[in-house]
């Protein structure tokens, strides 16, 4: 166990909704960071947050955003769902941004868009 | 995105046998990971590398932070049915201040 939480654990929705994952970080990590794992795109970084503030975005779609409120909890929203999101989503934490960058990932949530 | 090109892709192993996969990139990290993830589970981290040169073990497994900074290896001696499973590599640059993994080894072994 890592530490990390995140909910749901299976999501199914259908094209066209809208849709929010969450992540718990590990108590006293400050930093989250969001990922998407397909079958055929191995681990794509999405975004990184550091104590509420956006600090790095990778990959990330125009139709998802994401923010961490003040207590470090975070929230990936993913909107006019198409096919291709069928995902495993990962939420990581870590430390902080220069002290430590051994990230912690939690269980995922499977999203199956149909 | 940029992706660190891992090799191999997959490997099939006897019971006993050590195994080493490497990862190499075309830019320069700071910071080298290894995880293991298991099906329908999160990565799991193994070791961190901070220093060019840097050789760490943690049990069965030692990874290696590669001189030029851009590749890194990681060796599991006599491997066990529990050491089945995909490893990751990941790196991370100041410059871009974000981690880049890479593409996955999947390991079996064969009891």
């Known amino acids: 166990d890592s530490g990390v939480t995140q909910t749901p654990k299976h999501l199914i929705t259908a094209t066209g909704q809208r849709v929010t994952l969450r992540c718990s970080p590990r108590s006293g990590d400050l930093s989250v960071y969001w990922y998407q794992q397909s079958l055929d795109q191995g681990l794509q970084f999405l975004i990184q947050?550091?104590?509420?503030?956006?600090?790095a975005k990778g990959n990330i779609l125009e139709r998802f955003s994401a923010q961490q409120f003040p207590d470090l909890h975070s929230e990936l929203n993913l909107s006019s769902l198409e096919l291709g999101d069928s995902a495993l989503y990962f939420c990581a934490s870590s430390v902080g941004l220069r002290e430590s960058y051994e990230q912690y990932f939690g269980p995922g949530t499977r999203l199956t868009v149909t | 995105g940029q992706q660190l090109n891992q090799s191999p892709q997959s490997m099939f192993i006897q019971e006993g046998e050590d195994v080493s996969m490497n990862c190499t990139s075309s830019?320069?990290?700071?910071?080298w990971l290894w995880y293991k993830q298991d099906p329908g589970e999160g990565p799991v981290l193994l070791i961190a590398l901070y220093k060019a040169g840097e050789l760490t073990s943690n049990g069965r497994l030692t990874a290696q932070f590669g001189i030029t900074r851009k590749d890194s290896f990681l060796n599991i001696s006599a491997s066990i049915p529990s050491d089945v499973g995909i490893y990751f590599c990941a790196g991370f640059s100041n410059t871009g201040n974000q981690f880049y993994f890479g593409t996955g080894t999947s390991l079996t072994v064969i009891p």
């Open positions: 947050y550091y104590n509420g503030e956006e600090r």
């Open positions: 830019s320069i990290f700071n910071t």
